[in-house]
């Protein structure tokens, strides 16, 4: 029991207590504070994205080799990793996601200058933010990947120095720039506290000064960004990015010794498998993580990427037994990895049914591009990377103007000027919207085609791109790592 006398306070007392606790309630109301859920989802999102490419790719593209170049292949993946994500907080965050001009951002935050455990990242939501590391990491884990995706073009048959280099070369002048074309802007809040300064402007001179404020604003975008591009999480920034990057090197570095002649069937399947599974589940941190928070529309894009591979899998089998008369592992696995290409775009921005009738359609594309225009052209694109990524990378992208209309099923096209920003009905116009998205597609393949286009040559010209036909023929795992995959 409590014994002590309860305390008197004067009614006068109380109501300027009330009136300071309502303005501390305020002040904390307009400085954004990470939510503990959010950031913890990202963080997960991290680790599933970093799983994608160690192990999952690495397993998934060493398992489509010949034994002698399984180790080799590894190597190359997990090095590339490694390299890139000290090349990441070393300058590409800067470059990337920072404000500059529509093409690159600044040298502001090199070394991550300024970047501390306080400091703050937008997200797409008006009000939420997350902590600035646990953007910085997850964006490397999207810079890692995509060069990475790049070997399985001329696998079995480059220097790894040359690899090395250019790895170093093409992350520098195409990714990064590509990425910041692409994701970099202000953030909602600065969009909608400038648009909202605007309308409150009360005299003709602080309207001219607002809208300054405003334009300013608009112009820190990327080139993409600001047309209106949408790409929810890297169909141009990493497939389609990565895949035409392929397409020169395997055609630029010549056929494998054999090709068309020899037999050069997948050495296991097995570990293939296991690869496209882990890459299956990293991915909904990939699609699912590019929300940067964890509301409705993570999990939409959490199903879209679910049903889309389902379908693409289901797809590429029964177009393979129609043709072959025999359904495959092989195109299971791929024909689920062309569904989560094609669905990565338009994750967040489609509905489940579109999402399925995008997997649906993606894997006959991309099927006809892995054997009949490759046969046609003769190009050894070893594991497909130009045929799956940059093919389904492309429809994917343009099929985002598509499935994002409301009456589809989508979100529609979300207006940051609203605090909180939500969908305006009025804004969205299919034709527009696929004029954009087939824009930012051209774009992405001349930068990326012509950028790595002049750095092979360089490289060739310098140190070479390819191993002698001796080491060719012995494999790269011991020729170039003084290993074997396997001891036997």
């Known amino acids: 029991m409590n014994l002590r006398p309860k305390k008197f306070t004067p009614p006068a007392l109380v109501a300027v207590i009330m009136l300071f606790t309502a303005k501390a309630a305020l002040a904390a109301t307009t400085t954004p504070v990470p939510n503990k859920g959010d950031t913890a989802w990202m963080l997960i999102s991290t680790a599933l994205v ?22 080799s292949v590894l190597t190359q993946v997990f090095m590339i990793v490694a390299l890139v994500a000290i090349l990441w907080v070393t300058y590409g965050y800067s470059i990337a996601l920072t404000a500059g001009n529509p093409y690159f951002g600044s040298f502001d935050k090199l070394f991550l200058k300024g970047v501390t ?4 990242a937008a997200t797409f939501s008006n009000g939420v933010v997350l902590p ?3 953007y910085v990491v997850f964006q490397m884990t999207f810079a890692c990947i995509t060069p990475a995706l790049i070997v399985g073009a001329f696998a079995e048959r480059m220097k790894f120095s040359a690899i090395m280099l250019f790895m170093v070369l093409w992350v520098t002048l195409v990714y990064f720039p590509i990425c910041h074309m692409v994701w970099y802007f202000d953030g909602p809040d600065a969009i909608g506290d400038a648009a909202r300064a605007l309308a409150e402007a ?12 405003l334009d300013a604003v608009g112009s820190h975008a990327g080139l993409i960004n600001a047309w209106g591009g ?9 497939h389609i990015n990565a895949g035409i990057a392929g397409l020169v090197g395997c055609v630029m570095c010549g056929k494998r010794l054999g090709y068309g002649k020899d037999h050069m069937a997948p050495h296991s399947l097995t570990m ?5 599974s882990l890459l299956w589940v990293g991915w909904f941190g990939f699609n699912a993580g590019s929300n940067l928070e964890a509301n409705g529309v993570t999990a939409l894009a959490f199903i879209n990427t679910f049903v889309a591979t389902a379908a693409a899998a289901l797809s590429w089998v029964f177009v393979e037994w129609i043709g072959k008369g025999k359904p495959s592992l092989l195109g299971g696995v791929t024909g689920a990895v062309a569904g989560l290409v094609a669905v990565t775009p338009a994750s967040g921005f489609a509905g489940p049914m579109g999402s399925i009738v995008l997997g649906l359609l993606v894997s006959p594309l991309c099927y006809i591009f892995c054997s009949t225009v490759k046969n046609a052209f003769k190009y050894d694109d070893a594991l497909d990377v130009f ?8 429809f994917g992208a343009i099929m985002t103007g598509v499935l994002v209309a409301p009456w589809l099923g989508g979100t529609g096209l979300t207006d940051y000027t609203i605090k909180p920003g939500s969908a305006s009905p009025g804004a ?5 919207q696929v004029w954009i998205q087939c824009k930012a597609v051209l774009l992405t393949l001349a930068w990326s085609g012509i950028g790595s286009a002049i750095l092979y040559f360089i490289i060739d010209k310098t140190i070479g791109l390819r191993v002698s036909q001796d080491v060719e023929r012995e494999g790269l795992d011991l020729a170039e790592h003084g290993e074997r995959a396997y001891n036997y």
């Open 50 to 71: 970093l799983m994608m490419s160690v192990p999952g790719l690495a397993l998934f593209y060493g398992g489509l080799v010949r034994t002698k170049n399984m180790l």
């Open 117 to 120: 455990t306080d400091t703050l």
């Open 132 to 134: 600035e590391y646990v």
């Open 202 to 213: 009360a005299t003709p001179a602080l309207k001219a000064k607002a809208q300054i404020a």
């Open 230 to 238: 949408l790409d929810f999480a890297g169909g141009t920034v990493v």
């Open 272 to 276: 293939t498998m296991i690869g496209a």
């Open 387 to 394: 045929g799956v990524h940059c093919v389904g990378g492309i």
């Open 428 to 432: 969205y116009v299919m034709a527009t």
